[in-house]
């Protein structure tokens, strides 16, 4: 069941916003037609292969390539000596910054290997035989060292150390000894000790998640060229392919006009396809051996070289009033960053309180460095795991005061005109709408059973905007080709064509959306924090609007009246000019039909950066049934509200809220990095990292509460990411009920509910 609010100004005057064609690209994606990044073939095409490091931590002393070398067929061997050193440098990706010298070594170790995976060496052959024959004949010499992988062991004064040159930022002074704990984050307003002290009721709680994969179903893959000139083609699957040539321009020291990217289709992404892992060293193979080179990820590899997102450690203290007015909070995050800094808890602490208004908090982060595979953005980065804790002692606090737990929310809710804890003041947000949507929802009011329980939850996310660009071309026959700098994620193409055909007044099927290599339209940063149909529409809409004033002043010229006399509906030019009243009007069709005549080719490019992207809120409701003998948890029901702005594809809204559940709920329930006692991970397969499948999902009722953004021609917010927020507390708080013990650490795996039940029992 779904369904969209009815408000005064929903759908109000648009004809093809709202509506729900079929994607573009759909037809190719169903059929098996569409080219991902393993699909490209090019002539004299080599295969590429990577050495990983069998430890979780090691100094390379040494490496010797020359029995692969010998080994016929084999055209090359790159090591982290054939990459140049970098100096430590911030450049924003379009979701997260990156440090582009531990980007580097993240590609190609250099004097350690930092986590089981750590790529040491690759190959190029001309086969794949030959190049896994090669992997082994590389010789690599380590000495192991001891490794932590647990966040608050790797925080501990003695614990093995990572980076040498590693001091904490966000001390009031630098410390004298370097350490993993790489920066402290802290937002701070009033004075919540004494708020606590003074408070009349308190809870507090400790909860716990586990390192998660963002589980994309296409693995990493690329094709790259470098000709003997310099230049260089790059295919490959990403979120953005700016970012990629921006990224391969770093870590190899060339320039960015030589190299040209390709967006290949891609297979999922959810924030770990906004880095690059093998994009730089396909372009040293094929340098090195004078040969385009292939570079495909296993499903192993993935799992133990790429981005899962932080395991952390939540704490939080809540005081209220006896009437439910939340007057403190404390919490104190710890990620896992990986190897390398930046974990999300900088953006987890930013949104930890950002659905409450709330008088006095202390939110303090800890990133920090651990020997795992460095973590990579996943979906609304870091506020899954701060909002598991607080929303989990929110349903405390609820339980205790015997409160409704949406009530509860909404009178502590964000509204217009609240200073967020992490700075700006809110505008045009929906969030109490959102809440009093489920409120309403008749999921609310269904009776539960034994052994069933029910959980409500609720998520943050800021949403963002940034750099686009977006050209719209009219054909001679009057059809349109929009092309943009995004590869399409989560239905982009069609929420593209559906704003272009919505200002040109014609149908979407009308509207062809491209998304263009790097040197075919201007700089567009990667699809990610839920800003393409935002920013990249933003762009569209107004190249379309460039478009809608030249066909009028093509028309205005062939009916020799002022452009101001010219007016465009529904996809024609319409004469004004009182003295010719019975002009017919020209259509797009005609216009461009004599384009030749009156100008030449009618289309329009418009590069911006675009601000106000509207922030998203949600609030879930899960039930759930534990079946006490197996420790099994059924989810019943699950229904998600969320304020979406517009939506511009309302069917791709709701896929993007369906989607951000169910990977919560397997967030919530069963996914979990698990490592052996030498820091090798033990379940790098979709057999023993188990994600959620069609059967073990309800279907996902959505609610979507179109409160529309100002700041967008349509009223447009991102939606891919408020939705993965809520779930894993809505889950964990409905379990705890129906079991009737508080579950505080995830995945709410069958044994720890066995224990959890038998421990109570006992
Ligand atoms: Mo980002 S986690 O790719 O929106």
């Not at 002539?43 to 490496?63: D, Q, V, Y």
């Not at 790059?234 to 392919?241: A, D, L, P, R, T």
């Not at 660009?469 to 092309?483: F, I, K, M, Q």
Request: hydrophobic fraction near 45%; charge should be negative.
């Amino acid at each position: 069941m779904s369904d969209v609010l009815d408000r005064p100004d929903a759908g109000a005057g648009f004809a093809v916003v709202g509506t729900r064609p079929v994607r573009p690209d759909g037809f190719d994606k169903v059929t098996g037609r569409a080219a991902f990044g393993a699909d490209l073939v090019m002539p004299g095409m080599l295969t590429g292969r990577i050495k990983r490091s069998p430890h979780a931590h090691a100094r390379i002393l040494g490496i010797d390539a020359r029995k692969a070398l010998a080994l016929p067929g084999v055209k090359a061997v790159v090591t982290g000596a054939d990459f140049p050193d970098l100096a430590s440098e911030l450049v924003e990706g379009g979701e997260a910054a990156s440090n582009m010298r531990d980007l580097a070594v993240n590609v190609m170790a250099r004097d350690k290997a930092l986590y089981e995976g750590h790529a040491v060496a690759a190959v190029a052959a001309i086969s794949p035989a030959i190049a896994e024959a090669a992997l082994d004949l590389i010789e690599v010499t380590y000495e192991p060292l001891p490794h932590v992988i647990d966040v608050e062991a790797a925080m501990a004064p003695d614990a093995p150390l990572l980076h040498a040159h590693l001091f904490t930022e966000g001390l009031e002074s630098r410390p004298t000894l370097p350490s993993n704990i790489a920066k402290k984050h802290q937002f701070v307003r009033g004075d919540v000790d004494a708020a606590l002290a003074a408070a009349e009721v308190t809870v507090e709680g400790r909860y716990t998640t586990k390192a998660v994969h963002q589980g994309y179903i296409e693995p990493h893959a690329c094709v790259a060229a470098m000709s003997p000139d310099g230049q260089c083609q790059v295919w490959s699957s990403s979120q953005g392919h700016f970012m990629v040539r921006t990224y391969c321009a770093k870590v190899l020291a060339l320039d960015i006009s030589d190299i040209r990217v390709t967006p290949a289709e891609i297979g999922g992404g959810f924030g770990g396809k906004t880095t690059v892992y093998l994009e730089p060293v396909a372009l040293a193979l094929s340098r090195a051996a004078g040969a385009p080179v292939k570079l495909v990820m296993s499903r192993d590899e993935v799992f133990r070289a790429t981005g899962p997102t932080s395991g952390g450690v939540i704490e939080v203290k809540l005081g209220a009033t006896r009437d439910g007015t939340i007057t403190a909070a404390e919490v104190t995050l710890k990620f896992q960053a990986g190897a390398f800094p930046g974990s999300p808890v900088g953006t987890a602490c930013m949104t930890a309180l950002a659905c409450y208004d709330v008088p006095n908090f202390r939110i303090v982060g800890w990133d920090v460095v651990t020997n795992s595979p460095k973590v990579a953005a996943y979906r609304a980065p870091g506020a899954p795991i701060s909002a598991f804790g607080v929303e989990s002692a929110v349903d405390q606090l609820a339980r205790k005061l015997g409160a409704d737990p949406i009530e509860l929310r909404a009178k502590n809710g964000a509204r217009n005109g609240l200073k967020a804890p992490y700075g700006p003041t809110f505008q045009a947000i929906g969030y109490q709408e959102t809440l009093q949507a489920l409120k309403d929802h008749p999921n609310y009011a269904v009776p539960l059973g034994p052994n069933q329980g029910r959980g409500v939850a609720v998520g943050f996310w800021f949403n963002v905007g940034g750099e686009s660009t977006a050209a719209v071309h009219v054909g001679e026959d009057g059809t349109a080709t929009v092309v943009t700098g995004n590869p399409d994620i989560g239905g982009s193409r069609a929420s593209m064509a559906i704003m272009a055909a919505e200002v040109l007044g014609v149908a979407a099927e009308d509207v062809r959306p491209v998304v263009a290599d790097t040197a075919s339209i201007g700089y567009s940063m990667l699809t990610g924090g839920s800003r393409t149909t935002f920013a990249t529409g933003m762009a569209v809409v107004r190249a379309a609007e460039k478009v809608v004033d030249e066909l009028k002043r093509r028309a205005a010229g062939i009916w020799s009246v002022p452009v101001e006399q010219v007016a465009w509906q529904g996809g024609k030019a319409i004469c004004l000019d009182p003295a010719k009243g019975d002009t017919p009007p020209l259509t797009l069709k005609g216009l461009a039909g004599q384009s030749a005549r009156t100008g030449g080719p009618i289309s329009a490019e418009v590069s911006l950066n675009a601000q106000g992207a509207g922030p998203g809120f949600a609030a879930h409701l899960c039930d759930v049934e534990v079946d006490p003998e197996t420790g099994h948890v059924k989810v019943l029901r699950y229904t998600a509200a969320q304020d979406v702005g517009r939506a511009i594809h309302p069917a791709y809204v709701e896929g993007q809220m369906q989607g951000g559940v169910a990977q919560g709920v397997g967030w919530a329930l069963n996914e979990e990095y698990i490592f052996d006692a030498e820091g090798r991970m033990e379940n790098a397969g979709f057999l023993d990292y188990r994600v959620p499948v069609a059967s073990d999902l309800p279907m996902i009722d959505t609610v979507m509460v179109e409160v529309p953004n100002p700041r967008h021609p349509f009223g447009a917010k991102g939606v891919g990411e408020a939705p993965i927020v809520p779930p894993l507390a809505a889950v964990a708080s409905a379990v705890s009920q129906a079991i009737g013990v508080r579950m505080a650490d995830l995945p709410l795996s069958p044994p720890k509910i066995r224990a959890a039940i038998d421990a109570k029992g006992a």
